[in-house]
C-alpha cells in the first residue's frame, strides 16, 4: 500500500489573500503592511499601526496629529447606547460587550446605503476610538455603577 503523504493542521492552506498582514511568509513572522510586528510594537504608537492598516502607509507628523483629534472625538457614546450597556451583567465576556456595542452603534448610526470610500474610513475611525469607550464604560457601570463621560473635551 503506497503511503500518502498530507499536511497537517493547516500547513499549505490558503484561507485568503490580503495585502495587510502575512503570517510566516518567507520564513519571517508577523508582518503589517510589510513591516515587522516587532519593529512596529518598538518603534511606532497604537495610532500609526492603525493608520497604517488603514491607509497602507505611516502617517506624517500632521497626519498623524489630525487622526489622533478624530479618534478623540469619536470616543462620546450616544446616550442609547450607553443605556444598553449598562443592561449587560458584569459577568459578560469582553468580546460580547463590544459585540452588543457594535450593533447597537450600527442601529443608531447607520451606514449609508452606498457607502464611499470616505464613508468606509469615516466608519472605521469611529470604531477605532468608540470600542475603548465601550469597554470602558460598561466596567465601570458594571463594576462600580458609575456612569463615566468618555466624550474628550478640547
Known amino acids: 500500500m503506497a ?3 498530507y499536511a497537517k493542521g493547516m500547513a499549505g492552506v490558503i484561507a485568503g489573500e490580503t ?3 502575512t503570517v510566516g ?25 492603525a493608520w497604517l492598516l488603514l ?3 505611516l502617517p506624517t507628523g500632521e497626519e498623524l496629529a489630525g487622526f489622533k483629534q478624530r479618534l478623540l472625538a469619536a470616543r462620546a457614546l450616544p446616550i442609547a447606547l450607553r443605556h444598553v450597556l449598562e443592561q449587560l451583567p458584569s459577568t459578560a465576556h469582553p468580546m460580547d460587550v463590544l459585540r452588543t456595542g457594535v450593533s447597537t452603534l450600527g442601529c443608531l448610526e447607520p451606514e449609508p446605503e452606498s457607502p464611499r470610500a470616505e464613508d468606509q474610513q469615516r466608519i472605521a475611525e ?3 476610538g468608540v470600542l475603548p469607550s465601550m469597554l470602558m464604560y460598561w466596567y465601570q457601570f ?3 455603577g458609575k ?3 468618555t466624550a474628550v473635551e478640547d
Open 126 to 128: 469611529r470604531l477605532i
Open 147 to 149: 456612569q463615566i463621560d
Open 19 to 21: 495585502a495587510i498582514a
Open 142 to 144: 458594571a463594576h462600580h
Open 3 to 5: 503511503e500518502q503523504s
Open 55 to 57: 491607509k497602507g502607509e
Open 25 to 49: 511568509q518567507e520564513g519571517h513572522g508577523l508582518t503589517y503592511r510589510g513591516y515587522s510586528i516587532f519593529d512596529l510594537a518598538q518603534h511606532a504608537t497604537f495610532e500609526e499601526v
